[in-house]
């Protein structure tokens, strides 16, 4: 079952075409990552998905039901976890805590079991009765999650849960993240960090410029990287043209070596031995790998030579 449907999702701001079109499925109880790089329009979508943004043009139907005709049903059942934590700064962990459980119209008596749970959950416990304001940006972030996950929403979104935090707070964060899931809450999160897709999703959808390169799984999308080669390069004196090399995909200058991606190692090599030679430079190293994840990335998101 799909919990979440996106059918030709667009977003302008002015003229700018921050999200392109995009279509994607979530199926129920799946870690979904929403991976790119920054202004890829991560955010954009969230917020669109989470009914902060009006789309442009497009279909969201959330729970089998229209978004924008089933906002408030929708809107109670699902976690929202912005890219900037959201708790009031003037109020203390707890009572930030409190204050979501009696917007969500929930017990007194079940308000107070259930912020105990978080906190504790949330290594908050001894800080609860602290002002947000002189929390760490991993506190506040832990804070955030914690409020969203209060009400005990079936589906929750993440804007770059981990971004910019201190490790203990990211490995919490992940933890939870986990655990969550496997009680059986579908989680969509964005985040332009690979490692931390690679290690939490079970699905991947790649986004740059506004739109999807790729939609899978860590593996297939490994597998992708299967059919090129990664070729390291170091030459002396250091001097490349990358015109020359023309059985390239890609091209990366990395200082004083070059990274070249390719379908066809055997011409790409022959390529650099006769450069090398025109050129009277010595081949100090020449490497060949399979690539990684995040070599697969780096090749769907990025231009032929930069
Ligand atoms: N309110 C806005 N007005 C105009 N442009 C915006 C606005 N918000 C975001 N953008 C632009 O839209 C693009 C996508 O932004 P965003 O969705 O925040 O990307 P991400 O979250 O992937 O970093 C970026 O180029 C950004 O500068
Ligand atoms: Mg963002």
Same mark, same amino acid.
């Given at each position: ?19 392109? !079109? ?18 890829? =329009?991560?955010?954009? %979508? ?22 924008? #005709? ?34 969500? =119209? ?15 959950? *949330? =290594?908050?416990? +001894?800080?609860?009765?602290? $002002?947000?304001?002189?929390? &760490? ?6 804070? &955030? ?33 986990? +655990? ?7 989680? *969509?999160?964005?985040? !332009? ?5 690679? #290690? ?8 740059? !410029? ?9 593996? $297939? ?6 059919? !090129? %080669? ?7 004196? *250091? ?7 023309? &059985? ?21 090599? $022959? ?7 025109? #050129?009277?430079? $010595?081949?100090? &190293? ?21």
């Amino acid at each position: 079952m799909n919990v979440i449907e996106v059918e030709g999702l667009t977003k302008y701001y002015g003229n700018f075409l921050a999200v392109d !079109h995009i279509d994607f499925e979530v199926k129920k109880g799946e870690i979904f990552g929403f991976l790119g790089p920054n202004g890829a =329009g991560k955010t954009t %979508t969230i917020r669109m998905l989470t009914g902060i943004l009006r789309p442009s043009e497009g279909k969201i139907r959330i729970f089998d039901m229209n978004l924008r #005709e089933k906002m408030l049903d929708i809107k109670e059942r699902m976690g929202i976890v912005p890219e900037m934590a959201n708790p009031y700064i003037d109020l203390t962990a707890l009572q930030n805590l409190m204050l979501v459980g009696r917007l969500y =119209g929930m017990k007194k008596g079940e308000i107070k079991e259930r912020c105990v749970e978080l906190l504790r959950l *949330f =290594g908050l416990y +001894e800080k609860k009765d602290k $002002k947000v304001r002189s929390f &760490s940006k991993g506190l506040k972030q832990r804070l &955030s999650l914690a409020m969203a996950l209060l009400p005990d929403p079936v589906l929750l979104f993440l804007d770059e849960p981990t971004s910019g935090l201190d490790v203990m707070s990211a490995r919490l964060i992940k933890r939870v993240i986990r +655990e969550e899931n496997r009680k059986g809450k579908t989680i *969509f999160m964005s985040t !332009h960090n690979m490692a931390d897709a690679n #290690e939490l999703c079970s699905r991947i959808a790649i986004i740059n !410029h506004g739109r999807l390169v790729a939609i899978d799984t860590p593996e $297939k999308l490994k597998k992708i990287g299967e059919r !090129h %080669t990664v070729i390291e390069l170091s030459l002396e004196p *250091f001097k490349f043209d990358a015109e020359r090399i023309t &059985s390239a995909d890609r091209i990366e200058l990395l200082g004083d070596k070059v990274k070249i991606y390719t379908r066809d190692a055997d011409s790409v090599i $022959k390529e650099i031995v006769d450069y090398a030679k025109k #050129e009277d430079l $010595k081949i100090l &190293s020449l490497t060949t790998e399979k690539p990684s994840l995040e070599d697969v990335f780096v090749y769907l998101v990025g231009d032929k030579s930069e």
